[in-house]
């Protein structure tokens, strides 16, 4: 197992890498173009930010999974890595705590004004009469859109401030959002339209992207703080910028649309100009904790591949096959025992949809069970059953009832 890492990560990660893969390739600085013709023999991509290209992944003959060591894998041509048969994975949950401290932190920043006292003192001016006019944030309404980890953590720390918390998300229920402790809102246009606080953590899909949309810009109260720690895609940043310019609402974004890919170098955007919107360098997820704890579960993900084949965190795997018909077959444990029982399959024009081969203790016996597209003849099964020498029982279970 060869490993490409593409990003920084932590040493005592790295290290641990090198004891589990024949060989370990730590390059934190490739960029994405440099990604297709870096990438080589390695079975194992591993990135952060570092975007994964449909070359990358057609360049890597021997690719066979990439890693995402994050929570997101928006940065990853996961159709190619599809089509080409490489597992993606990821790191769910494990930077939560991190991104929620950060949203809450650009939130009382911008109450505070933090950012410009800090700009002017260090200019040498002494403003205490402009930066004593804040409001606090206490018994101001929070409105969470996305209540996955991060939305669940920034929950509990907006509690602890006194902020009055209600939350909308699709997959929320009336129910859940009595558990934590939020108001329900059952529709997103009223959340925008009664929280003087909008936080936003959402995944990017198809079903998120543009979802702050202008409509919904228009829809909030002047003088809401927008935070956005997730994806930019998922704002209409025209229309944000706009609410901005003409002072309407402030902002605090740890991502936007002309972010820089790399890790470092100049950068150029509206946003710098704009006294109302606070921007960070899409650090949400970078701490030290956080970027251990990742790091930490990406090398239990490459351990469980080795040990076992399988991948922890799979987010490519398809939900839903074709399989109309489960085959189970118990068998002596001895060479070519499933090879015979896949021929009588294909001879009969049937795909195995998904395949599982269990070994009983002591080593003798072991059942499959096989997926199938299509019905086998009763034939087919015969065949199988006058195996006596290798098979022990077959049976065929309709999963259409």
């Known amino acids: 197992m060869r490993v490409l ?47 994964v290209t449909s070359a990358c992944i057609t360049a890597g003959t021997a690719l066979s999974l990439v890693i995402r060591a994050g929570a997101g894998v928006n940065t990853i041509d996961v159709r190619t890595a599809s089509e080409r048969g490489v597992y993606v994975a990821n790191c769910p949950g494990k930077n939560s705590i991190a991104v929620a401290e950060l949203a809450l932190g650009l939130i009382l920043a911008l109450d ?3 950012a410009d006292n ?4 260090r200019a040498g001016a002494w403003n205490k009469a402009e ?11 929070l409105g969470v859109v996305g209540v996955g980890q991060i939305g669940i953590e920034l929950i509990k720390r907006a509690q602890a401030c006194g902020l009055q918390v209600e939350a909308w998300s699709r997959s929320l229920s009336a129910e ?22 909008l936080s936003i953590h959402l995944a990017l899909n198809d079903d998120t992207r543009g979802l702050i949309s202008a409509d919904l810009i228009d829809r909030m109260r002047p003088g809401t703080i927008l935070i956005n720690t997730a994806r930019a895609e998922v704002v209409d940043e025209d229309a944000l ?20 890919e790399g890790k470092a170098g100049t950068v150029e955007t509206q ?8 921007i960070t360098h899409h650090i949400g997820a970078s ?38 018909w489960q085959l189970i077959v118990r068998h002596y444990d001895r060479p070519g025992v499933l090879a015979n029982v896949m021929t009588i399959i294909k001879d009969g024009s049937i795909n195995a949809e998904e395949i599982e081969n269990v070994i009983f203790d002591g080593r003798k016996t072991a059942c499959c069970i096989i997926q199938l597209d299509d019905k086998p003849t009763e034939e087919m099964l015969a065949r199988m059953r006058e195996r006596e020498d290798e098979i022990i029982s077959v049976e065929l279970i309709d999963l259409q009832i």
């Open 5 to 51: 890492i593409a990003d920084s990560f932590p040493e005592h990660a790295v290290e641990r890498l090198r004891s589990i893969a024949t060989e370990v390739r730590y390059e934190p600085k490739l960029t994405a173009d440099q990604l297709p013709s870096a990438v080589g023999d390695s079975s194992v991509l591993i990135v952060r930010s570092t975007r």
């Open 112 to 114: 505070r004004r933090i």
């Open 118 to 121: 800090v700009i002017d003192l």
């Open 131 to 141: 930066y004593s006019k804040a409001e606090g944030v206490y018994g101001k309404r």
């Open 176 to 197: 859940r959002a009595s558990e934590l402790g939020v108001r329900y809102c059952d529709a997103l246009e009223d959340l925008v339209e009664r929280c003087d606080i």
């Open 241 to 260: 910028l706009k609410a901005v310019q003409d002072g309407k609402l402030r902002v605090g974004l740890d991502v936007f649309r002309e972010e820089p």
């Open 271 to 278: 946003w710098s100009s704009m006294a109302d919107a606070y």
């Open 287 to 324: 701490t030290q904790q956080a970027q251990n704890a990742v790091a930490d579960e990406t090398v239990e993900i490459v351990l469980e591949y080795k040990r076992s084949g399988r991948v922890s965190n799979w987010v490519n795997r398809c939900l839903f096959t074709e399989a109309r």
